[in-house]
């Protein structure tokens, strides 16, 4: 089954509000725990990570928020602008080396409106 | 900064030919290159995990035979779909690591297989 899931295809939040995106996870191996953004037709990019030692990191208006014992992370975005509109992946990493494996979801479409 | 180019962006193949894919790490050194696929169902599959030095790894459901894949240097890799068909469509991606204990991967702009 899928070890990465992300459960809401879509989002939809208007300008200004908060975007909160949702990822649960079953592998306990995993230690390193990532979001991406990406547009259509372009590269997934990341947006911030944080590996399992902390369970909150910030970075502007984006903070991601882990918790390692209910196999959840999630993403939020304060002040979420048009711009934002995009698929946001959430990822998990375990291993290291030349055994790093990074694990995606699905995505969710994430639709800021004016 | 860190970019990689991929290419060809789209391809239009008949089923049972194949297809081959590039990927060109700029601005940095690629350790190890990830291989996946994301299918018309939006699931991201990896396929295989190349580090320089080291054999590329295959995950189950994902061959050497079907999916060859070539890492002779730092900046470079290739994957090959071989044989295509219906089932091998899809958007494929390259991922480059940086450094063998970096987690970021920092992807191409994606290939995408239509199979006819």
């Known amino acids: 089954g899928q070890q990465v899931k992300q459960s809401s295809p879509s989002l939809t939040v208007q300008e200004g509000g908060i975007s909160i995106l949702n990822c649960d996870y079953e592998n306990d191996m995993f230690d390193y725990f990532a979001w991406y953004k990406k547009y259509p037709d372009n590269s997934p990019t990341l947006l911030i990570s944080?590996?399992?030692?902390?369970d909150k990191r910030e970075d502007g208006r984006l903070t991601v928020f882990l918790n390692k014992s209910g196999k959840h992370f999630s993403l939020h975005i304060t002040a979420s602008q048009p711009e934002d509109t995009a698929v946001y992946l959430c990822a998990a990493g375990e291993g290291g080396g030349s055994n790093y494996k990074l694990t995606f979801g699905k995505g969710t479409l994430l639709t800021v409106t004016p | 900064g860190a970019l990689v180019y991929q290419y060809p962006r789209r391809t239009i193949c008949k089923s049972g030919t194949s297809m081959r894919m590039e990927c060109q790490a700029v601005?940095?050194?690629?350790?190890?290159v990830a291989w996946y696929r994301q299918s018309p169902q939006k699931t991201f599959e990896l396929i295989a995990l190349?580090?320089?030095?080291?054999?590329?790894?295959?995950e189950q459901n994902f061959t050497q035979e079907k999916f060859p894949i070539s890492h002779p240097n730092l900046s470079f890799s290739s994957m090959t779909v071989l044989n295509a068909y219906l089932e091998d469509r899809g958007l494929y991606l390259c991922g480059a690591r940086d450094t063998p204990s970096g987690n970021t991967l920092y992807f191409g702009e994606g290939s995408r297989l239509i199979v006819v």
């Open positions: 190349s580090t320089v030095n080291s054999a590329i790894k295959y």
């Open positions: 944080v590996r399992s030692n902390v």
């Open positions: 601005g940095f050194q690629a350790t190890s």
